[in-house]
């Protein structure tokens, strides 16, 4: 995206906030070292694991939450960033599925080129675009609150009330 519009690197900050997860964990410095050789060090801010409580300040302060996960169980993150009304950019892959909704949230990438990333990327630069996905991500987000979860956990213990129990297969004795 630097190398199309120069001019982006005035106003450009990406924040990086937390440490390394999976398989980066054995090189901690990956991402800086990476930063670096792509000559992006000067927009791209490292920041230690934050306390939960100041983690809403930082998805409240970005335009957009990057999630380029390659495997992601559940997407804890796309939705904290959602319900702070931050759209979320991420992988089509495992929980981002179900944590970002597609064009109502944010948009979901299928692989990992950052081509794609960045044709994205600047089309939420589109103020219009962004706050109707802004009210989409905490309409959505939403849905992952407490009292959804314990709604929907309770209407699968009634449905599973509701239906007489299974048989228990017939024991053979010879």
């Known amino acids: 995206m630097l190398a199309d519009d120069p001019s982006l690197r005035s106003r450009l900050v990406v924040a990086v906030v937390g440490g390394p997860s999976g398989s980066a964990r054995c090189r901690p410095e990956g991402l800086q070292s990476l930063a670096a050789e792509l000559g992006i060090s000067d927009v791209v801010r490292f920041e230690p694991p934050a306390p939960q409580a100041e983690l809403a ?5 970005a335009d957009v939450t990057v999630v380029p996960s390659h495997s992601e169980s559940f997407g804890l993150v796309a ?3 959602q ?3 931050t759209p979320v950019v991420a992988s089509r892959v495992g929980g981002l599925c179900t944590a970002v909704a597609d064009g109502e949230s944010g948009v979901l990438i299928s692989g990992h080129d950052p081509a794609d990333y960045a044709t994205v990327l600047r089309r939420l630069a589109d103020p219009p675009l962004r ?5 989409g991500a905490v309409r959505h987000a939403r849905a992952f609150g407490w009292d959804a979860t314990v709604d929907a956990l309770l209407d699968v213990y009634t449905g599973a009330m509701s239906r007489p129990p299974a048989l228990a297969p017939a024991k053979v004795t010879a």
């Not at 300040?57 to 302060?61: L, P, V």
């Open 83 to 85: 319900a702070c009304g």
């Open 57 to 61: 300040d930082w998805y409240r302060a």
């Open 79 to 81: 939705v904290e960033s």
């Open 131 to 135: 706050a109707r996905l802004a009210r």
